[in-house]
Every structure is written in C-alpha cells, then in structure tokens.
C-alpha cells in the first residue's frame, strides 16, 4: 500500500506522550496508516505520494474545539459590527453609525462585542445613544458575553415592543423611570428582537457555514461540537444546511450538534437518526441551568456581594429540568448544561446524580459547561460521577477580573474560573472556545491555560490553575473526542484512527509562552484532505 500524504518533523505530538518526537505519519485515503519512525515509513511512498517535510514545525493531532456556534459565529464576525475594542456608549454607536453607512443594503445592524464594564461603566447603555447615530435602521448589539442586547427605538418599534411588552420567561425587557423600553433585553428577552433580525434566507445560512469552515480549517479547527445557543437566539440555527453540505461532501470540519434539552425526545430521536455520518453527528441534548455573572443571571450558591438581594436565577425549575435530564438519560442521551455559578454547578450534579441513581449507571459522559465558580466540596464529584467538567481556558481573560471579583466573596476567589484542579481529580477534560464569544483561534486557550494571565495579560491570576502544554494540547484535542465518545477515531495520530491533523509554524514545545500568540497553522488535513494550507493562501493573495 502505498500513501497519499507523508508528514515527517523532528516535532509530532501525537498525543501519546507528553513531547513531541521525531516521526513521521502517512496517510491513505481518510486514515492514518502509519506513525512511525522515517526510515519505517519509507516503504508507503510511492510516485503519487506526496511528500511533506515540516523540519521542526510542531505536527499534531487536529483542534477539537468542544463548544462553538457555528451560525452565530459565522454572522458575528463577517456580518456584523465589532465593537470589542470600543471604549464608551458613544464609541460603539459612532462605529454602528460608520457601518451602517457602509452597508445601505443592510436591513437590519447587527453588532456584538460591547462591553459596558470595560467602559468603567457599571450602568447599561441605552436605546437614546443609538438613536442619535442611527435612528432609521433597526439596531441589534449583542453583548461580549451574548446574553444581554442593546437595541435602538427603531428595532423596538419593529418588534412591536412597548411599554405593555411583558417579560418572557427567564428574560427581562429593561424599562425607563417612565416604563418605556430602555433599550438592553436580558436572556430570552433578546428572543423577541432575534425573530425579526435573524430572518436569515437558506442562501445566506450558506454562504454563513461555508464562511465558518474556511475559518475553522485555517485555525487548524478540524472537529466541533456546535451547542444549542439558548431560548435568546434560537432563530440562529444552520441544521438544514449543516445536512445539506454533508449530504454534497462539502463538509471540510466535523460537526457534532447538540440542539436543546426541552422533553421532546421524539424531535431529538429524528436528529439522532439524520445526522449520524463521519462528518455529521447528532452528539447530545444541551441546555441553560443559569446565566452569567455579570448580568446577575449566574445562578450562585450566596447572594451576591454587591447586590445582596439575589442569588441570580435558573432558566427552569430544577423539577422541570429533573424531567427531562431523566427521560433522556434512560433513553441513552449524553446531556450538557451551561452551569456558570457555583448553585448551578451544583444543581447540574445533583440532576445528574438523580438520574443515575433513577436509571443506573452508564457511561454518560454527561458534561457540565463554564463553570465559573464552583464550590470547593463539588469538584470531587465531577470524577465521582463520570460527570466531565468543560472549560473555555480564554473566559478568564474575557473581561476584567472585577466583573466577577466584585460580586463573589473573597473565599471563592481561589475557586474563580478553575482547570487545573479538575486534571488533578483524574478527569477526562475537553477544551474549547465558546465561539463568537470568544475567538476560535485554538492560541488564545493555550497561552492561556499555560499562563494563567488576566485581562491585562501583564498579571496571572490563580497561578494554581496552570496547566502543562501537553494537558492544554491533549484537552484540545483527545479530552474533545473523548467527549462525543470519538476517542477511538480521533484525538490522537495512531495507526487507524482518521486523518485529522494539522502542521504548525513552529515548535510549541521551544518556544517561550508568549510566542504561543504569534503561532500560525500551516497546513490542516481532514479525513486525509488537504482543506488549508497557509502558503497556497498567501500566493493567491
């Protein structure tokens, strides 16, 4: 048998152990055949193999970013404004106004990014400071987080809110000192905006994922677990053109879904059996315990240090969620919850722990997601249970350490946005992005994970939550198959396994820690494919 592609580098992680060897890979068809040593591997060229020599360029395993939005990812970063850097209300409306001018044919503005506590200020902006740039346009402003948005009168006036709207269920239509709109629409109050500006036709859902598949590939993102995005934004899903491109083999990233947890498991029965090809899986069911800190939405175990009257809130009934958490466990569904404070990671293993008590235990691999802040007597259970703890190693560095400082007491402060620990209890981990919230380039996490800096990136913060580069490499990639129950296909080069992987432009593991930032992918290879490569790109340019 002779191979299509062969790799060799002084520097392939395969994985396996915890440093890079000098190996070298061939590949045929959709597998890898061989990991070897060269001279092994020699015997699988032939006249047609193509031959790559990556010197000491780091060769690994392909990112597998275990919590993305494709769709939302997709039209936050191409067809909206960014308004991260901005640095007042009236900052991110002047950029609103230039864009808008830019893009007449725009029926709707949508942006997203802003962040009123970076402005130093702790009050929401509101609808007026739009109306003074763009009055004339719908404007739909998500915020850095994606639970709250910020919208101007005219977007009001077309989603026929008022000062009679009532809030929706777990969402909140912020009102003036005369009860009129204000302009910010907390969780599933977004909902009622979403349902007019995400009126997206299937040409443009298209031209959406095959822009999040060129970028995926190019940040060596070659698997994703693309997650329900909540009751706030529910308009923003792709699954008939996800189906679409897998049935034309257009898909050059695997896409693992997990549409809502909700106790239709008729509707989640039918995902399972369309979407369950190599490239397109029905993975899991994911829902919303909770909210975020900021918003005081994170659902905690204490009031809040500044706004003591609340604990924050869940999205359900924990009865509501037992329900269903238990009549999809019996039916052999692996579940995720998006748990940010520590009363909804604890509410999320007891729902866990209940259904296995209920139904027996099994394999699950149910998955608890953020955790932001959690109890210190809660982490043991996560291996306990089999209960697998997903973090965004980036979040912590999403914005100011006071946006979480200032609303916990100083005894959770050690346990604020934790990962080392749960590698330390024995745990399986995956990593991720959490995509548009943050970027997916795969960089961010690592540097992250390893450094432990802050916001500023000057200062480190719980320096005890470090982790080595081979646990970051290895929850980017194994800890994420492991995660959909794909460990035995992906996640590590090995001999069978498929041929996800990806060449970088330089060593990792000889480099200091902030060159992690600078690195670039070179080459991405899925299912054998070449789908990226960085100096083809360059020459088109």
């Known amino acids: 048998m002779k191979a299509d592609i062969i790799i060799e580098s002084t520097a392939v992680f395969t994985g396996l152990t915890d440093h890079p060897e000098h190996l070298s890979i061939a590949v045929k068809d959709s ?41 939302a990812g997709s039209l936050f970063n191409y067809y909206a404004v960014p308004l991260s850097d901005t640095t007042s209300a009236k900052d991110a409306a002047r950029k609103v106004k230039a864009y808008a001018d830019e893009h007449p044919e725009a029926d709707w503005i949508i942006g997203t990014g802003w962040d009123h506590t970076a402005w130093g200020n702790k009050d929401f902006p509101d609808r007026h400071d739009l109306d003074l740039y763009i009055p004339d346009r719908p404007v739909f402003l998500i915020h850095a987080e994606g ?268 346990y604020l946005y934790s990962n080392a620990v749960f590698f330390n209890e024995g745990n399986v981990m995956p990593y991720s992005s959490d995509y548009p919230i943050v970027p997916l380039n795969p960089m961010l996490g690592l540097y992250h994970a390893v450094t432990r800096k802050d916001y500023s990136l000057k200062d480190t913060w719980n320096e005890q939550e470090k982790v080595t580069l081979a646990e970051a490499l290895k929850a980017y990639t194994y800890g994420s198959a492991y995660s959909v129950f794909r460990e035995n296909e992906l996640g590590t080069l090995e001999k069978g396994k498929l041929a996800d992987l990806v060449i970088l432009d330089r060593n990792l593991f000889d480099i200091p820690e902030h060159e992690i930032l600078e690195t670039n992918v070179e080459t991405t290879i899925v299912d054998g494919q070449i789908v990226f490569e960085r100096s083809a790109e360059t020459a088109q340019k």
């Open 31 to 71: 597998q890898i055949i061989e990991v070897s040593s060269p001279d092994k591997v020699k015997k699988y060229a032939g006249e047609s193999t193509r031959i790559i020599d990556a010197g000491d360029q780091l060769v690994m395993p392909g990112f597998f970013d275990s919590h993305v939005h494709v769709m």
């Open 147 to 414: 639970h709250y948005g910020w919208v101007n009168t005219k977007a009001l006036e077309t989603a026929g809110i008022t000062k009679d709207t009532q809030n929706p269920d777990y969402g909140i239509v912020y009102k003036d000192e005369s009860g009129h709109p204000a302009g910010i629409l907390i969780e599933s109050a977004m909902s009622l905006i979403g349902k007019y500006a995400y009126d997206f036709s299937e040409e443009r859902k298209r031209k959406m994922l095959q822009s999040f598949l060129d970028h995926a590939v190019s940040q060596g993102v070659t698997s994703v677990s693309d997650l329900y995005l909540s009751r706030a934004h529910e308009q923003l899903e792709g699954y008939s053109v996800f189906k679409e491109f897998d049935r034309k083999n257009q898909l050059t990233v695997r896409l693992h879904v997990y549409p809502p947890l909700n106790g239709d498991l008729e509707k989640a029965r039918k995902f399972k059996e369309s979407f369950n090809s190599s490239k397109l899986k029905m993975a899991g069911l994911k829902q919303f315990i909770d909210g975020v800190v900021t918003g005081y939405t994170a659902y905690m175990l204490d009031p809040y240090k500044d706004r003591p009257e609340t604990r924050g809130e869940t999205g359900f009934s924990k009865e509501q969620l037992q329900e269903w958490v238990t009549a999809a466990d019996k039916e052999g569904y692996q579940i995720k919850f998006h748990t940010i404070g520590d009363g909804a990671v604890r509410m999320g293993l007891d729902l866990y722990e209940h259904a296995q008590k209920e139904n027996g235990k099994r394999d699950a691999r149910h998955t608890l997601e953020h955790i932001e802040v959690v109890a210190p007597e809660d982490i043991p259970r996560f291996k306990k249970l089999g209960v697998i703890p997903s973090v965004q190693p980036y979040h912590m560095a999403l914005m100011p350490r006071e946006s979480h400082t200032e609303r916990v007491t100083e005894d959770k402060f050690p």
